[in-house]
């Protein structure tokens, strides 16, 4: 069974982009090859974001921000970061006073944190920053550089996660952007997409799923076939990781998504698979790889049940306006000078974005897990949402 991959009306790449998801491309066609002909779609997906030096995410070029292909909490206003330096800082005294981020992107949400809680004297220990990319680390240390430099003695970057974790782990946007497997769930069984060169192009051809382990999460799903979605085991493999890191502390997942009865709906027929380019948004996963964003959404459900399986307890889980609004940003908009308009007017059409159930407020939700950690979290007092899980 082969599907054609749909070619969008997308801006133009330049030539030197389109050069580089070439090369891209010839990477993929071996790897298609030496696979048999035929790989799995997460292995796709795993090349066309992180190949060295060609994916996505590995390649330099401009990700965030009104240059880039979409803009995330950060990006769009300090407040985000403020207020969740507002919810750290109830922790991290509890704790060994450690921060990490994984996934940080431009360090944007780290300067804000750690300008908050520099104000509120509460900086950890240390910030680490979880950063596999070559060229965002140089951006991340080049942005605290100019703009914060007494806080870089606090940070450290690092390639891979520490055997231990006493404090903070923070993650927003970073489950997504995990590849994730691509199934059909048809009258005869499980199938599991991949993709194939055909015709002078790629595209994407399913195989009954054979994987024993996968297969029996797969049929447990709540699906009636026909079906296509996505099936996020890498992402809950990751939070499974950081879950036997973390001795103590609170880890905090920001993303879009949905509990697992929402996600796998009956008219969520296709899934929840999407592609960004220059602030467009279209399904197909296969145009010009290494170009573009390719991105699911959360299962929640699914990343509860990883960290609570490792032993951590499920410390609250709600939507990202109630979680702002419990954690305080609404005090922050009453700091500002509600008389200097310029200033404020800015302010509190981010702090709307940022909450609006037409914005980023409902689609965007908040998991946190906790081990050894008793003491409620501020940013759940009201709203909690842990019993839709």
Known sequence: MHISGHTPSLPEPSADALALSQRLLAHIRDAIAAAGGWLPFVEYEALALYA????????????LGQEGDFTTAPELSSLFGQTLARQVAEILPHTGRQIIECGPGSGKLALDLLRELERLDCLPESYALLEVSGDLRERQQQRFAEQAPQLLPRLRWLDQLPEQIDGVVLGNEVLDAIPTHLLRWEKDGVHQLGVVWQDDALQLAARPLTDADLLAQAEALPVDAPY?????????????????RLQRGVILLIDYGFPQREYYHPQRVSGT???????????????????????????????????????????GYTSQALFLANAGITELLQEAD??????????????????????????????????H?????????????SHTL
């Open 273 to 315: 698979l999407m592609c960004h380019y220059r602030h467009h948004a279209h399904p197909d996963p296969l145009w010009l790889p290494g170009l573009q964003d390719i991105t699911t959404h959360v299962d929640f459900t699914a990343m509860a049940l990883a960290g609570v399986e490792q032993g951590l307890e499920l410390a």
């Open 52 to 63: 060295p030096g060609m994916g996505y995410y590995s390649n330099g070029s401009v990700k």
């Open 338 to 371: 509600q008389t200097d308009l310029p200033r404020w007017l800015p302010l509190a059409n981010q702090a709307q974005r940022l909450m609006s159930p037409a914005e980023m407020g409902e689609l965007f939700k908040v998991l946190a897990l906790s081990r």
């Open 373 to 385: 950690y008793p003491h409620p979290l501020r940013g759940f007092a009201m709203g909690d949402r």
């Open 228 to 244: 296509q979605s996505e099936v996020q085991w890498q992402a809950a493999g990751f939070v499974r990781t950081l879950a036997e």
